[in-house]
């Protein structure tokens, strides 16, 4: 089987050593860079020529979709798996409109990413079985992708990640923990996400998370 060369990007640097350790094992599997954020993702595609991008959703920098439209077209153009901690509806169509072969979870064995890679590599579609649905739920209409669009372009990145976490019953301290910031700064995402989404409670950005189908 022809070797795989691949570009590991995601911005958190102890993520990225375990993903490597774990392809290290496949004989077929190459890791020809990693980056941390969307400049670093494009010098490293630039640079790596990779076959397959292992793409964080959420970058500093703009996120995934940014890294998918900024990087150079090498040739052929590597093609793009997700590897994300979020299944949030929003986060894997958005990545897949945005021109991604496949989504997987963080939960993923390292068999089950090397398998994952090759099959991208070979031009197939991957997506973790929960997250098939969305896309297929996007493609019959089932989700209003347009609304959802719009109302979280309203959203930072940083709001996103604090409103799916809240609307699926973490407490402020448990998202503080998450996310690594303080329990005031959550205060003040969750403040502006309510203003912008016009909510007054938490409870109702539960039900409008869900009826969304973002949680």
């Given at each position: 089987m022809s070797e795989v060369k691949v570009v590991i990007v995601d911005d958190h640097a102890m993520f990225r050593t375990g993903v490597r350790a774990e392809l290290s094992r496949s004989?077929?599997?190459?890791?020809?860079?990693?980056a941390e954020d969307v400049d670093t993702a494009v010098k490293a595609i630039a640079e790596g020529?990779?076959?397959v991008v292992l793409l964080d959703v959420h970058l500093p920098g703009g996120g995934g979709v940014e890294v998918m439209r900024k990087a150079p077209a090498v040739d052929g153009s590597p093609r793009y798996l997700a590897l994300s901690v979020s299944d949030a509806a929003?986060?894997?169509i958005g990545t897949i409109r945005?021109?991604?072969?496949g989504y997987v979870t963080k939960t993923i064995t390292g068999a089950e990413l090397v398998a994952?890679?090759?099959?991208?590599?070979?031009?197939d579609a991957v997506f973790s079985p929960r997250l098939a649905g969305f896309v297929l739920d996007?493609?019959?209409g089932t989700i209003a992708i347009a609304d959802i669009d719009e109302d979280l372009d309203r959203l930072t990145e940083r709001e996103r990640e604090v409103m799916r976490l809240i609307a699926r019953g973490y407490s402020y301290k448990e998202v503080?923990?998450?996310?690594?910031?303080?329990?005031?700064t959550v205060e003040t995402h969750m403040s502006n996400v309510l203003r912008k989404l016009q909510l007054s409670s938490r409870h109702e950005l539960t039900r409008w998370a869900n009826d969304r189908r973002l949680l």
């Open positions: 004989p077929v599997i190459r890791v020809v860079g990693e020529k990779p076959d929003e986060d894997v945005g021109g991604a072969r994952a890679i090759q099959r991208v590599s070979g031009g996007a493609f019959a503080a923990g998450e996310l690594f910031i303080s329990i005031k």
